[in-house]
Nanobody
């Protein structure tokens, strides 16, 4: 059973940067495909970025061009580097994994989820 744990959230000002980490539990490897989603209260989760089983990375949505996703297979970590943050980026950020090799962006396409890490951007 894959367990994912996010960290790295926090509070920054507009224009700031943060790097989030998603670590797979010690007895498992990273899922083939890992994505980051974000969610604000009363709204559904939206995809931010995804990296597939071939380490091809994609970003999507409002953060496209401001995020970089990468993976470290040895340490079983997926990173999300975020730059030029805006107050609208404030959300709970979740790491999600799936066994398939392709990046998709539906919440229901992902089997494994972390508990989330909060990002708050103030003006």
């Amino acid at each position: 059973h894959v367990q994912l744990v996010e960290s790295g959230g926090g509070s920054v000002h507009t224009g700031g940067s943060l790097t989030l980490s998603c670590v797979a539990s010690s007895d498992t490897s990273l899922p083939n495909t890992v994505a980051w989603f974000r969610q604000v209260p009363r709204k559904g989760r939206e995809a931010v970025a995804c990296i597939n089983g071939f380490s091809t990375a994609f970003s999507t949505g409002d953060m496209d061009g401001r995020v970089t996703i990468s993976r470290d297979e040895i340490n079983k970590i997926v990173y999300l580097q975020m730059t030029d943050l805006e107050p609208e980026d404030s959300a709970m950020y979740y790491c999600a994994g799936r066994d398939g090799l392709s990046c998709v962006y539906g919440v229901g396409d992902f089997t494994y989820w972390g508990q989330g890490t909060q990002v708050t951007v103030s003006s």
